[in-house]
């Protein structure tokens, strides 16, 4: 393997110690983003006179080159990416390429690469969560007549628009979308310039590095810049609420779609069937949603584990924290992508819906309130419509089959008129607070929603 470095060192590498040494497997990701912080580099030595005009366009041109030559690169033969670019980068223009590392190390380049690739995933993050968050508004909108039976418990509770359950859903991943932002921010700082740990021997110009890459900041010591891994944390605990979410989601969908509920039917263009049993319409592709969460927790509880106890400042474990952060990138686009298409492809059964509002108690609390409406304590209201539920279970009634005498024996107060006239769509519209499922709370939800989309876009 080609080193970096050598000097001090009197043996040969042992060769399974290399290889266990060696992160150029999975750190060669970071190559665009390791000639981008050189090219920044090199511009900034020159700046401070430690290399000529001609020599920076030259290191310049060669660092250019070698990312056309990416495809060509025998990546085993390197220790890390780092040690890939400026080796490489010698063969392409000869002993200039030694001076590239002038002024900086691998632990201030290491942060400065995956804060540069992370800022950019976290663009391509941005946009899927923001075509989701489209997909489900536009859902909310084609379903606000739709209604469907909400639960606490998993027990039938009260009527809400199916609009109002896409739009629950909505805000979780608008909130995921802003927790994104807010992250984007605090990567927002340079590492490059921190050299080692204690800064850099040569005046780089820091605050202008930081313009040529695309930071807004620069981070403000040295030691804490090439100790910290919090943006990773940042990053991790943002996948791990956003898969938490999807997962609910998927859950609400695979429950709502068993034969049992069959509120929801899934296109059979996203199920699955079973090699054994011919009967079988399975919603993997939720359940593969649902199952894929734990990696994003297990990523952030590895990072966390691997930074706890690290002394000042870098220290080689850190080299850990790739694996775990590519591999929820990888994953948390993959989920974000398929819930959106998948969401695009699901139905609500209207007549099953209907149905099972109708043979349910779910307009109890809105008798309890017109008892109350009539000056009737809400816990005796409570009370004398809960007895008469027990009287319809029993009696095997709906609520709409009692006469008169039933109702007024267990109070004058009940409203034979009032109890026949109450449908879904009278049920939600009874709901007055913000934020709740009535119609016009729910065009509320959906103007807001479409305005967040419309600065995003
Ligand atoms: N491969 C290392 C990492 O991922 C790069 C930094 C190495 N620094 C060092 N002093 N060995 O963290």
């Known amino acids: 393997?080609?080193?970096?470095?050598?000097?001090?060192?009197?043996?040969?590498?042992?060769?399974?110690?290399?290889?266990?040494?060696?992160?150029?497997d999975f750190d060669k990701r970071l190559f665009k983003y390791d000639i981008l912080a050189g090219i920044a580099h090199t511009k900034a030595l020159f700046k401070t006179k430690i290399i000529t005009d001609e020599e920076k366009n030259k290191i310049i041109k060669g660092l250019k080159l070698l990312l056309k030559k990416e495809n060509g690169i025998d990546w085993k033969k390197y220790e890390d990416v780092h040690s890939t670019v400026e080796i490489e980068l010698t063969k392409l223009?000869?002993?200039?390429?030694?001076?590239?590392?002038?002024?900086?190390?691998?632990n201030d380049l290491i942060a400065t690469d995956e804060k540069l690739y992370l800022k950019d995933e976290v663009k391509n993050i941005k946009k899927l969560l923001l075509k989701l968050l489209k997909t489900i508004l536009e859902l909310a909108k084609n379903n606000k007549k739709i209604y469907m039976p909400g639960y606490t418990h998993m027990q039938q509770a009260q009527i809400i628009s199916v609009a109002h359950w896409f739009l629950c859903y909505f805000q979780k991943?608008?909130?995921?979308?802003?927790?994104?932002?807010?992250?984007?921010?605090?990567?927002?700082?340079?590492?490059?310039?921190?050299?080692?740990?204690?800064?850099?021997?040569?005046?780089?110009?820091?605050?202008?590095?930081?313009?040529?890459?695309?930071?807004?900041?620069?981070?403000?010591?040295?030691?804490?810049t090439?100790?910290?891994?919090?943006?990773?944390?940042?990053?991790?605990?943002?996948t791990?609420?956003?898969?938490?979410?999807?997962?609910?989601?998927a859950e609400d969908v695979i429950i709502l779609n068993s034969n049992e509920f069959s509120y929801i039917e899934i296109d059979d263009a996203f199920a699955t069937g079973s090699s054994l049993m011919p009967n079988k319409k399975n919603p993997d592709i939720a359940e593969l949603i649902r199952g894929k969460t734990g990696l994003f927790y297990g990523n952030l509880i590895s990072i966390l584990t691997m930074l706890k106890g690290l002394p000042m400042t870098y220290n080689k474990d850190m080299q850990e924290d790739k694996k775990p952060l590519f591999s929820s990138i990888d994953e948390i686009k993959n989920i974000i992508f398929i819930t959106e298409k998948f969401l695009r492809s699901i139905k609500f059964n209207k007549e099953k819906l209907l149905f099972n509002i109708d043979k349910s108690y779910m307009y109890a609390v809105d008798i309890a309130d017109?008892?109350?409406?009539?000056?009737?304590?809400?816990?005796?209201?409570?009370?004398l419509t809960g007895k008469l539920i027990a009287y319809c279970i029993e009696k095997k009634k709906s609520l709409k089959d009692l006469d008169e005498n039933e109702l007024k024996n267990i109070s004058k107060y009940f409203d034979k008129d009032f109890i026949k006239s109450l449908k879904p769509e009278k049920s939600v519209n009874l709901k007055k607070t913000s934020g709740s499922t009535s119609e016009k709370e729910v065009n509320l939800q959906i103007n807001n929603a479409a305005r967040l989309i419309k600065n995003e876009t």
């Open 173 to 224: 991943f608008k909130r995921d979308y802003e927790l994104l932002k807010f992250i984007d921010q605090r990567i927002d700082f340079l590492p490059l310039g921190a050299g080692a740990l204690a800064g850099s021997g040569f005046l780089l110009d820091r605050k202008y590095i930081a313009k040529e890459l695309g930071f807004k900041n620069i981070t403000e010591n040295s030691m804490d």
């Open 93 to 106: 223009i000869g002993v200039l390429g030694k001076k590239l590392h002038t002024g900086r190390s691998r």
């Open 240 to 249: 791990v609420i956003t898969a938490n979410h999807l997962s609910r989601f």
């Open 370 to 383: 017109f008892l109350v409406e009539k000056g009737i304590p809400f816990r005796d209201a409570h009370f």
């Open 1 to 24: 393997m080609k080193k970096v470095w050598g000097g001090r060192i009197k043996k040969a590498f042992d060769k399974d110690a290399e290889k266990f040494n060696a992160s150029i």
């Open 226 to 238: 090439v100790s910290d891994r919090d943006f990773i944390i940042d990053f991790l605990n943002f």
